[in-house]
Structures are given as C-alpha cells and as structure tokens.
C-alpha cells in the first residue's frame, strides 16, 4: 500500500523521457528528513531490506558536488525562502571526484524548479569546460544532438538576470532504488554537507565549511507519484520530522550572504572546519 500525491497533483507527476536524448528530464515529490548520526546505521539496514543500493553507491556512496546561480539579489533564495509555488534554481553538478575535475570532465548543466508541490529537473551533461562557457561566459554551445532548446533557455536565463556562482555545496550520497513494487521510488543519504562561498570552480584545492553539522544527514525520499507505507511507517517509528532545508540556502546563510531563517540548520558552536587540497 501507498501513500499518493496523484489526489493532489494528478499526472503533474511524471517520468523521464524516453528515447535517446541528451537532455533528461523528469518529475518527483521530494520529502527531507535530517537523522542523527546514531540513527543512520539502522536507518541504513532496514533500506537495504526493502531497497536496492544504487550501483553507483557502492563502498561508502559517492560525491555530490554543485556551484548554484544566483541573481545579485538572491532571487532564487527567497524565492524558497518564501515558499513560492513557483520557483527555481540553476546549478551545475559533478559527481565523484572533486580533485579529478578538469575541462573535458562531464558535468551537468541543470535547473530545478518546483511547481507547487511537484519537483521538476532538467539536465544535460557537458564537458566542464563547455558549461562553464555557457554559464560563465555567455556563450551558446553545440550539443550535437537534442538539448539545444535547454541550453538556449539557460543562456537567456543567465543573461536576462544576470546570474552569477553563489554557493557551492558538497557531500558524500549514499543511494537506495525501489524495487517490483517501489518502481521509481528513490531514497537519499547524504553525509558531511559541506559548502563555501568563493573559489567556484569544481576542482578547486579551496577550504569548505560543514555547512550542516557533521552528526546529521540529510534523508531524501524522492517519488513519482506516491510514498509506500512501509517508507512513512519506518520514518514515523524513528521519530523523524519532516524538515524544509534547502542545501543551497544552507550554504547561503552559513557565509553569511543572508540573514537566518526559519529553516535553518543551527551549526555547532564550535567552528567546524575541513581544508581539502
């Protein structure tokens, strides 16, 4: 049995489209929960009974690394912060290793945005070289293949608003998938969320900042259309909230770029710091 958003939304809920293409695309609820470090590896056991590990995820899980556009203004931070029913978010995002980024390394050119309560992403994976030239310089790039109309709309999105990097978020992501029943079903850990404010560039040997503190992670339960009842039962047992933090926001307060707000994520007391290089 299931818990469905479909009374909610109705086929607002979506899948990727199929066939060969270089742009992906695709629809999902999102629900965050943060989890004490004591929680994690029980939290972890009784996924495993009912997920499969993503394959990517194996030894430990992989890094997520993202630099988020912004207007001088912060329009895309308040627009979450006020919880607007439309709203959105350009970023670029490496997966794996941070200190193997260079030029030719693929990387995805992405927005984000929500519609009411419906997540909605669309992606397309481009030399680093190649976004940074879309999204840094302004310059249109050529795909070769299905995509171009994306990178048209990101490039009149960074133009007409003048976006420019204003934060970059990193973490280890350990990844469950659904299985027969829980098709489309995914599941999200994500560990030490870090962050900084300045050196943007994905390969950069710069210092991050624990932007959430070290004893929590961030669980993600990502959707199609509904959440099975094992899934809402399991967090309800460990007594875990449902929480509205936004990593990018996160970072964003923690240097200081905005006030706090309601659904920040108090840092430790102690200034938590990592020098990478």
Known sequence: MCVSFAGVMGSEAGHALRGPSRLHAFNRYEIKYLVERSLVDVLREELAARLDLDTHA?????????????????RFYWEKIEGLRFRRKLRLRHYGDRFAVGDDTPVYVEIKQRVNRVTQKRRVRVPYQQARQLCDQRQMIDVGDSGGGF?????????????????????????????????????????????????????????????IPPRLAVLEVKANDRVPYWLTDLTAKRNLAVVRVSKYCQS??????????????????IVLAEMEY
């Open 252 to 269: 964003v307060e923690a240097f200081g770029r905005a006030p706090r707000s309601v659904f920040h994520v108090p840092e430790e007391p």
């Open 58 to 74: 194996a030894g430990g899980g992989y890094g997520v690394w993202s630099v988020y556009y912004d207007t001088p203004g912060l």
């Open 151 to 211: 990178l048209q709309e990101v490039l009149g999105l960074v133009g007409r608003l003048d976006l420019r990097p204003m934060a970059m978020t990193g973490y280890q992501r350990e990844a469950f998938v659904g299985r027969a029943a829980d098709v489309g079903l995914r599941v999200t850990l994500d560990h030490r969320v870090r962050g900084r404010d300045r050196d943007f560039h994905l390969g950069a040997a710069a210092e991050n900042r624990f932007i």
